[in-house]
């Protein structure tokens, strides 16, 4: 592989894989006093947090397996043994590309895996709404140019994806006059949002629970009476039906356990509103490659994630292919673990082999039983695809320098042909 020197000025266009918005409209270069990449042209605490991770230099990291340093082939044989004698194994993290995913869901096939996002069960919950009752779904872009009224579930989702405001155009100067509701967020959000052009501010049932808030707002969007409706409820259900494009924006990571709920009622609400004006909702999660391995597996298998190609054909399950519950239950007996966009998702602790293709920085401290790959991060220093928040934007992944790892397809192309080649041996 050749390298290419590090960036000295900024690399743009540039889009950003560090968390489901995909922002493309800033740069990154080398700064910083160890030489670690940084963010230009706008700001963004995580995407600085994960640039930083990052030295502009081709990475000394190498493969290991039991904590001691070995060469890619040994640590690609060690892993191919690893699955070639495996009865169930289970591929978690899945924190890859479009073609990370090509690769992953071959290798399942081939050893029957079954396979879960790291934090699978908030995927899942949009996952079931979805397949459960169907969904009104909009895109960053038409919240931008559309929505006139705004209501933050569970108010601001800045930790999961700083910009998001910034993306649905609130605030913005020449921009349609928007009113923005936050339900059930805890105190202190409404300041945050103090001094935005054009915007119309309003907290609604803060810090309430959200289960029987969101099943209150139905209610009363249905013209139903709601005797208890918790304070401002009946206003913002005036609202919804007087805006002529109402969007409900919320972070699938902030809704409390069995979330799905909250999902349908907000889901019934839109439908009750589309009967007379226009309503949608716009969920953000899927991060990390997580959305985007599972729009790939459906796309290639036409069943999403907690999926397995088995001796029973192609089964799907929510609940009972749950990496932790199958990890608890040792009801798998190998773990391949894939995290290449930065260390913040360790493979689980378990007494099973794991495989762990991961950020350098993930590297597992000498543990027996792991075979750990360093990869590439797309967007950093290989290119690659992405799926955005919004489900049907694509986006391109820019490499800023190239690194000198191999991406998790090359490495797993790598694996799948040594476990044929190590089956076929078995059979022989
Ligand atoms: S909001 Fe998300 S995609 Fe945009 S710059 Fe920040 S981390 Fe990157």
Known sequence: MTLVAAPSAAVAPWTCPFCPLLCDDLAVAAAGPAGTLGLSGGECPRAQAALSRFTAEPSSASPSIDGRPCDLDAAVAAAARILAGSRQPLFGGLGTDVAGARALYRLACETGAICDAARGSELMQGQRTLQDHGGFLTTLAEVRTRADLVVLVGGLPARHAPRLLQRCGVGDAEGPERQVVLLGGKAGDEAELAGLARVAVKTVAPGADLFRT??????????????????????????????????FVGAVADL?????????????????????????????????????????????????????????????????????????????????????????SPPPSTAVPRIVLGHPAAAPAGRDGTVFIPVSTPGIGTPGHLFRTDGSVVLPLLPVYTDGLPSVAEVVGRLTSAVVAARAGQAA
């Open 256 to 344: 409390p356990a069995e979330g799905a709920l909250i999902m349908e009622g907000l889901h019934r609400c839109v439908g009750e509103l589309n009967l007379r004006s226009r309503a949608a909702v716009l969920w953000v999660g899927g991060g990390d490659g997580a959305a985007t391995v599972n729009q790939t597996f459906a796309w290639l298998s036409g069943l999403p994630l907690r999926s397995r190609t088995g001796p029973a054909g192609i089964e799907h399950d929510p609940l009972r292919f749950d990496a932790v519950r199958l990890l608890d239950d040792g009801a798998v007996d190998a773990l391949l673990w894939v995290s290449s966009f930065g260390p913040e």
């Open 214 to 247: 969101v099943a209150q707002l139905g209610a009363l969007v249905g013209g139903r009476v709601v005797r208890d409706a918790g304070p401002g409820l009946a206003d913002l259900a005036g609202r919804l039906h007087g805006a002529s494009y109402a969007v």
